[in-house]
């Protein structure tokens, strides 16, 4: 169940990266994936040519609006933050069917594609229209 109020969510937040550290890297992968499945989920919020007006992490959550690109912002923001030495490569996709993934090392695991499921395919089976590193935004976390 998602948190109702965000004293709660960041509590829960913090606790699922401190959580995390020390499981093997699929079962953190799958612990934040399953997470941010939970967020209430909003038509629009985020576009891809605004990254420079995207939130940090923590106005991410005090927002409260959620489409998939701000969930696949919310994985990657959470998985940048665990600062994990196995987790080197993440990388936003935008698929042609509107589908917002992250790609985890070199696309071994794809993430924010549904609620229990993380995907371990070759990312070549989705057509591709959109990529972002996280260089792009990962400053936004300092």
């Not at 209430?40 to 489409?67: E, F, M, N, Q, R």
Request: negative net charge.
């Amino acid at each position: 169940m998602w948190p109702n109020n965000n004293d709660d969510l960041l509590i829960s937040w913090y606790s699922l990266r401190l959580d995390n550290l020390d499981n093997s890297l699929e079962q953190a992968l799958q612990n934040v994936n399953d997470w941010w499945q939970m967020a209430p989920i909003s038509l629009h919020y985020l576009h891809w040519d605004t990254v420079k007006d995207w939130p940090d992490p923590w106005d991410l959550l005090a927002d409260g609006i959620y489409c998939s690109l701000a969930k696949s912002l919310g994985i990657s923001y959470t998985l940048l933050l665990m600062n994990r030495s196995d987790i080197n490569d993440l990388t936003l996709l935008e698929t042609d069917e509107g589908d917002n993934l992250v790609q985890v090392n070199q696309g071994i695991y794809i993430l924010n594609w549904a609620p229990g499921e993380m995907l371990n395919i070759n990312t070549k089976k989705f057509r591709i229209t959109r990529t972002m590193e996280s260089s792009m935004f990962e400053y936004k976390i300092n």
